[in-house]
């Protein structure tokens, strides 16, 4: 069975930072593409990053919202991805989610769709508030 686990979410000010990581487990993780997807309340649910499953060559993309404050990264040996979340703001509050795409072995290009993605964790709270 295929499990993701979200941790490292919290509350924190407006310009503060948040990791999150996402464990997983019954999976090649280095294969395939990693997301991250949010969804605040009362939304539907937003793509945030994702980084493709291809070494050296794949991709990283970032929401227009998040672009320059977020980093992803992704650690094949312990089987985590990150999600390093810099100079929060108030609309960065929601449930975040990490998922996987095991649709293609080793992309070059990572996908935005949550349709494409295949495993979900349960999702993880941010709130960022003052």
């Known amino acids: 069975q295929v499990q993701l686990a979200e941790s490292g979410g919290g509350s924190v000010q407006p310009g503060g930072s948040l990791r999150l990581s996402c464990s997983i487990s019954?999976?090649?993780?280095?294969?395939?593409?990693i997301g991250w997807f949010r969804q605040a309340p009362g939304s539907g649910r937003e793509w945030v990053s994702c980084?493709?499953?291809?070494?050296?060559?794949?991709?990283?993309k970032y929401g227009k919202f998040v672009r320059g404050r977020f980093t992803i990264s992704r650690d094949d040996v312990k089987s985590i991805n990150y999600l390093q979340m810099n100079n929060l703001e108030v609309g960065d509050t929601g449930t975040y989610y990490c998922?996987?795409?095991?649709?293609?072995?080793?992309?070059?290009?990572?996908?935005?769709?949550?349709?494409?993605?295949?495993?979900w964790g349960e999702g993880i709270q941010v709130t960022v508030s003052s």
């Open positions: 998922a996987v795409d095991a649709g293609v072995e080793f992309p070059t290009v990572c996908n935005t769709a949550p349709a494409d993605y295949t495993y």
């Open positions: 019954g999976f090649t993780l280095a294969k395939y593409g």
């Open positions: 980084i493709a499953g291809h070494g050296s060559r794949g991709e990283s």
